[in-house]
C-alpha cells in the first residue's frame, strides 16, 4: 500500500503530542501517588532508580536522534523511500542496542547504586526495579525511533492514541500489582516495575501496527547497506545523546550527595520532579515538532524560514515557562499535599520552584534552540558548548 507523504504545521504535528503530554503530566502525578501512598521508601527507590536508569534511557535513544533529523529532511526533499529506509534501520538498531544496554544494566546495578550513595533501607528496592526495568531496555530503543518515525511523517495522533490507552493501562495494572486490588497479588516494587515491562512490551506490538498501516512499513527483511547507515545516523546522533548523556551524569552525582542525606532528602527530590517534569515534557513536545518543520525547511533549502521559526518557537515557548513555572509555585501546596503533609519536605521544594522561575525559561529557549540546530546538522558547537558549561560550572 502506498501512503503519500504530507507536510503538515506545527500545530497539526504537535497538537497530539501536546495532548499525549497532557495525559502522560497527569499519570506521573498519579504514579507518584500511588507509591508515596503505599509505602513513601517505595517512591524514595523508584526516584532513586530511574535515576540511575535515565542514563540507560539515554543511551537506547541514541539512534533515534539521528534518525529525526534524516527523515525530515529527506521528506522535506520528498524523498519519502529514503526517509523510510532509515526509519527501518533505527528501529531494528534500536533494538539491537536496548539489548546491550540490558546486559550492561543487569551486570552493573549494585555498583551503580553503590555509585549513588544508595541508603541502605531502600537499597534491595532499588536493585529490584533497576533488573526487572533493565529488561524493558530492549524495547524502549524500538519505541523511541517509531515516535521519532511518526513524528517526522506527521502523523502524531497515534502516538496520542496509543499512549493514552498505555498509560492508563500502567496505573491500573500497577496499582493492582501494588496493592493487590481486583484479585491480584501484591507485589510491591515488583508491581511497580512489571507493570513497566508489561505495558512498554504491549506499546511495541501496537506501534509495529501503525508504522505498518501509516508509513507502509515494514521490517521484514535486512535494511540495505546497514552498517553505513548506522554509522550515518550515529554521527548526527552522538553529540546530542552525549550532551544529555554528560547532563544526567551530573544528575548522578548530585544525587549521589542527595541520597548520603537520606531518604527524606531524596524525596524532596522525587516530588519537586514531579512537578516540574510537568513543564519540560510540555516544552520537549513543543521542540520536537518545532525540530521537525525546522528540517522540512532545512531539506527545502529554506534557510532563513528555518531561522525565523526557531527564533521565534523558543522566544513563545521560553515565556509560557516562566508563567506556567510561576503558577505552579503560587498553588505547589494543594497539589503537594495530595503526595507528602511533611512541612519540612513542602518548604524545601517551595524554594526549589522558586529558582525554577528563572531556571525554567532559560532551559526551555536553550532546547529548542538546540534542537533546531539538530535539524540542521549543526549539532557539534552547540553540544561542546554545553559539555563545557556542565562541567565547568554546574
Same mark, same amino acid.
Given at each position: 500500500?502506498?501512503?503519500?507523504?504530507e507536510?503538515k504545521?506545527?500545530?497539526?504535528?504537535?497538537?497530539?503530542?501536546?495532548?499525549?503530554?497532557?495525559? *502522560?503530566?497527569?499519570?506521573?502525578f498519579?504514579?507518584?501517588a500511588?507509591?508515596?501512598?503505599?509505602?513513601?521508601? =517505595?517512591?524514595?527507590?523508584?526516584? =532513586?532508580?530511574?535515576q540511575?536508569? /535515565?542514563? &540507560?534511557?539515554?543511551?537506547?535513544a541514541?539512534?533515534?536522534?539521528? @534518525?529525526l533529523?534524516?527523515?525530515?529532511q529527506? =521528506?522535506?526533499?520528498?524523498?519519502?523511500?529514503?526517509?523510510?529506509?532509515?526509519?527501518?534501520?533505527?528501529l531494528?538498531?534500536?533494538?539491537?542496542? /536496548?539489548l #546491550?544496554i540490558?546486559g550492561?544494566?543487569?551486570?552493573?546495578?549494585?555498583?551503580? +547504586?553503590?555509585?549513588?550513595?544508595?541508603?541502605?533501607?531502600i $537499597?534491595?528496592?532499588? =536493585? !529490584?526495579?533497576?533488573?526487572?526495568? @533493565?529488561?524493558?531496555?530492549?524495547?524502549?530503543?524500538?519505541?523511541?525511533?517509531?515516535?521519532? *518515525?511518526? %513524528?517526522?511523517?506527521?502523523?502524531? #495522533?497515534?502516538?496520542?492514541?496509543?499512549?493514552?490507552?498505555?498509560?492508563?493501562?500502567y $496505573?491500573?495494572?500497577?496499582?493492582?500489582?501494588?496493592?493487590? @486490588?481486583?484479585?491480584?497479588?501484591?507485589?510491591?516494587?515488583?508491581?511497580?516495575? $512489571?507493570?513497566?515491562?508489561?505495558?512498554?512490551?504491549? %506499546?511495541?506490538?501496537?506501534?509495529?501496527v501503525?508504522?505498518?498501516?501509516?508509513?507502509?512499513?515494514?521490517?521484514?527483511?535486512?535494511?540495505?547497506?546497514?552498517?553505513s547507515?548506522?554509522?550515518? !545516523?550515529?554521527?548526527?546522533s552522538?553529540?546530542?545523546?552525549?550532551?544529555?548523556? &554528560?547532563?544526567?551524569?551530573?544528575?548522578?552525582?548530585?544525587?549521589s550527595?542527595?541520597?548520603?542525606?537520606?531518604?527524606?532528602?531524596?524525596?524532596t527530590r522525587?516530588? @519537586?520532579?514531579?512537578?516540574?517534569?510537568?513543564? !519540560?515534557?510540555?516544552?520537549?513536545?513543543?521542540?520536537?515538532?518545532?525540530?521537525?518543520l525546522?528540517?522540512?525547511?532545512k531539506?527545502a533549502?529554506?534557510?532563513?524560514?528555518?531561522?525565523?521559526?526557531?527564533?521565534?518557537? +523558543?522566544?513563545?515557548?521560553? +515565556?509560557?515557562?516562566? /508563567?506556567?513555572?510561576?503558577?505552579?509555585?503560587?498553588?505547589?501546596?494543594?497539589?503537594?499535599?495530595? $503526595?507528602?503533609?511533611?512541612?519540612?519536605?513542602?518548604?524545601?521544594?517551595?524554594? !526549589?520552584? #522558586?529558582?525554577?522561575v528563572?531556571?525554567m525559561?532559560?532551559?526551555?529557549?536553550?532546547?529548542?534552540?538546540?534542537?533546531?540546530?539538530?535539524?540542521?546538522?549543526?549539532?557539534?558547537?552547540?553540544?561542546?558548548?554545553? #559539555?563545557?558549561?556542565?562541567f565547568?560550572?554546574?
Amino acid at each position: 500500500m502506498s501512503k503519500d507523504f504530507e507536510r503538515k504545521s506545527l500545530f497539526r504535528i504537535t497538537y497530539p503530542l501536546f495532548l499525549y503530554a497532557m495525559v *502522560t503530566v497527569a499519570v506521573t502525578f498519579a504514579d507518584t501517588a500511588i507509591l508515596s501512598n503505599y509505602d513513601e521508601n =517505595l517512591t524514595a527507590a523508584v526516584s =532513586l532508580a530511574n535515576q540511575i536508569l /535515565g542514563v &540507560a534511557y539515554d543511551l537506547s535513544a541514541l539512534l533515534s536522534v539521528g @534518525a529525526l533529523v534524516l527523515i525530515s529532511q529527506y =521528506l522535506g526533499r520528498d524523498e519519502v523511500d529514503r526517509a523510510r529506509d532509515i526509519a527501518k534501520v533505527a528501529l531494528l538498531g534500536g533494538m539491537a542496542l /536496548g539489548l #546491550l544496554i540490558t546486559g550492561g544494566l543487569v551486570l552493573g546495578a549494585r555498583s551503580f +547504586a553503590g555509585w549513588v550513595n544508595t541508603p541502605a533501607e531502600i $537499597l534491595p528496592d532499588v =536493585l !529490584i526495579y533497576i533488573y526487572i526495568i @533493565a529488561t524493558a531496555l530492549v524495547f524502549h530503543g524500538f519505541i523511541m525511533s517509531a515516535q521519532v *518515525t511518526l %513524528t517526522g511523517f506527521g502523523r502524531t #495522533l497515534p502516538i496520542l492514541t496509543i499512549g493514552v490507552v498505555a498509560n492508563f493501562v500502567y $496505573l491500573g495494572l500497577e496499582y493492582a500489582l501494588i496493592y493487590g @486490588a481486583w484479585g491480584m497479588p501484591e507485589m510491591g516494587v515488583y508491581g511497580a516495575a $512489571l507493570s513497566t515491562v508489561i505495558v512498554r512490551g504491549g %506499546t511495541l506490538v501496537l506501534l509495529l501496527v501503525v508504522l505498518w498501516r501509516v508509513c507502509d512499513l515494514s521490517l521484514a527483511g535486512w535494511p540495505v547497506n546497514f552498517r553505513s547507515q548506522v554509522v550515518r !545516523i550515529l554521527k548526527i546522533s552522538y553529540p546530542s545523546v552525549a550532551e544529555t548523556l &554528560a547532563y544526567n551524569l551530573y544528575q548522578l552525582a548530585v544525587v549521589s550527595m542527595i541520597a548520603a542525606l537520606g531518604v527524606s532528602a531524596v524525596l524532596t527530590r522525587s516530588y @519537586a520532579l514531579t512537578l516540574t517534569q510537568i513543564l !519540560i515534557i510540555i516544552t520537549f513536545v513543543i521542540s520536537h515538532g518545532n525540530q521537525v518543520l525546522v528540517g522540512y525547511d532545512k531539506g527545502a533549502g529554506e534557510n532563513e524560514a528555518a531561522l525565523r521559526r526557531g527564533q521565534r518557537t +523558543a522566544l513563545i515557548t521560553g +515565556a509560557f515557562a516562566m /508563567g506556567a513555572t510561576m503558577l505552579f509555585y503560587l498553588i505547589h501546596e494543594p497539589l503537594l499535599g495530595i $503526595l507528602t503533609q511533611d512541612p519540612e519536605i513542602l518548604s524545601s521544594i517551595a524554594a !526549589i520552584l #522558586l529558582l525554577q522561575v528563572f531556571v525554567m525559561p532559560l532551559r526551555t529557549v536553550n532546547l529548542i534552540l538546540f534542537n533546531s540546530l539538530k535539524a540542521c546538522g549543526d549539532v557539534n558547537r552547540p553540544v561542546i558548548a554545553s #559539555l563545557l558549561l556542565t562541567f565547568g560550572i554546574a
